[in-house]
């Protein structure tokens, strides 16, 4: 049954329907860029509404297609299967026809405007917890296959990138030296003043010095160099690293038969984890040195400080930070290469894997240092 008759310049369009859901758009003449948008138009009205139906394009009268005819056939094309339907493109030229096979409907229909719809709740707790079981595994496999490169380096020093591992330890250790002495200074001028007010009603102020050097050699020192990391340099590893992921560069790597594990990303953990226990110690002198200055306030002699400094020092607090360091190294640089190499595409992938590097090695360092701060009080250490 004939529906309707239209011209379009050097274009034809005639709109044919059946009853049995099937509407067939015969196109004649030239698809270009003068005639495609008024053939739009007609075949936008010829298959309006969310019917589910077979289009049919018969094309075999069209003579030439430039890039908005290609464009056209797409859209029809997109519009049929958004609405559930199926689309036939009949007659094309076979140059057409090959190039037209090059595009995939169903990635062009991934960006078309969808309607968002309400998702239940129960719907909505299941699909965040499969993404963070998914993302668990991802981990597990990744601290798997990082451990055993780890291991196989040490065991093979040669095998190391010794230039990437110096370069590494200097832009994570050397080069944050400043950021994390002063975040640590103030920090530990701010812990004096607070404590100092909470204690002078009882004349213990001295005891301040204490409580400064205690909470810098075992929490504080090793924590907060630990979250500076984490936003510098954990976010540097996922950049880079996801930088080279979009531009091909670790496809490269492979396609050459080198494994980025160990090729990437034992350099990058090897470097941060042999500086991260000299930015601590920094850390924690500067943290202390802070509290003296807060502390010269309190009309007590800097030798009555650094008497209760010594004091305080033992051996097993400093060791205590220490530790904990080198952990919260492993977890900041091996966060970091994993989500870079787990960058997708889009120019919005690669601030993404950044983001997600630093919220996802802070989340671990609090989880770490609260499972070593138990272990730790339980073996009395």
């Not at 001295?206 to 990391?229: D, H, Q």
């Not at 496809?251 to 990058?268: E, Y």
Request: one cysteine or more; hydrophobic letters at 50%; aromatic letters at 8%.
């Amino acid at each position: 049954m004939k529906k309707s008759d239209h011209t379009g310049g050097s274009a034809r369009l005639d709109v044919e329907g059946s009853g049995n859901g099937v509407v067939t758009l015969r196109v004649a003449g030239d698809l270009t860029n003068a005639t495609v948008p008024e053939l739009w138009t007609q075949a936008e009205a010829a298959l309006s509404g969310d019917t589910k139906r077979t289009v049919v394009v018969e094309a075999a009268g069209v003579k030439r297609i430039d890039g908005a005819g290609m464009a056209w056939l797409l859209k029809v094309g997109c519009r049929a299967t958004c609405a559930g339907g199926q689309v036939d493109i009949r007659g094309l030229a076979p140059e057409y026809l090959k190039l037209l096979e090059r595009f995939d409907l169903t990635e062009y229909r991934a960006v078309q405007p969808l309607v968002r719809q309400a998702v239940p709740v129960p719907e909505q707790v299941g699909r965040v917890t499969a993404h963070l079981w998914d993302d668990f595994q991802t981990h597990i496999g990744f601290v798997g296959e990082l451990t055993e490169s780890l291991v196989r380096a040490l065991l093979n020093p040669r095998s190391i990138r010794w230039r990437d591992l110096f370069l590494a330890a200097e832009r994570t250790g050397a080069d944050a030296v400043p950021i994390v002495a002063l975040i640590c200074c103030l920090v530990g001028l701010v812990l004096a003043f607070q404590s100092g007010m909470a204690m002078r009603p009882y004349g213990a102020e001295i005891y301040v010095a204490n409580l400064v050097t205690i909470a810098m050699l075992r929490e504080l020192g090793p924590l907060m160099t630990a979250i500076i990391l984490s936003g510098r340099s954990g976010a540097a590893y996922a950049a880079e690293l996801g930088t080279m992921k979009v531009n091909d560069e670790v496809a490269a790597l492979t396609t050459m038969g080198l494994n980025p594990v160990p090729f990437l990303t034992v350099p990058r953990v090897l470097g941060m984890v042999v500086t991260i226990p000299f930015l601590t110690m920094m850390g924690n002198i500067t943290g202390i040195l802070g509290g003296a200055l807060m502390f010269l306030t309190l009309d007590y002699p800097m030798a009555a400080y650094f008497k209760q400094v010594l004091s305080a020092a033992e051996p097993r607090h400093l060791l205590s930070g220490l530790v904990k360091s080198v952990f919260f190294g492993l977890t900041i640089s091996g966060v970091g290469c994993m989500r870079g190499l787990q960058t997708a595409r889009g120019s919005s992938a690669v601030g993404l894997s950044a983001t997600r590097a630093v919220v996802t090695a802070i989340l671990l360092i609090v989880i770490l240092d609260a499972i070593f701060g138990t272990l730790f009080y339980f073996l009395g250490f």
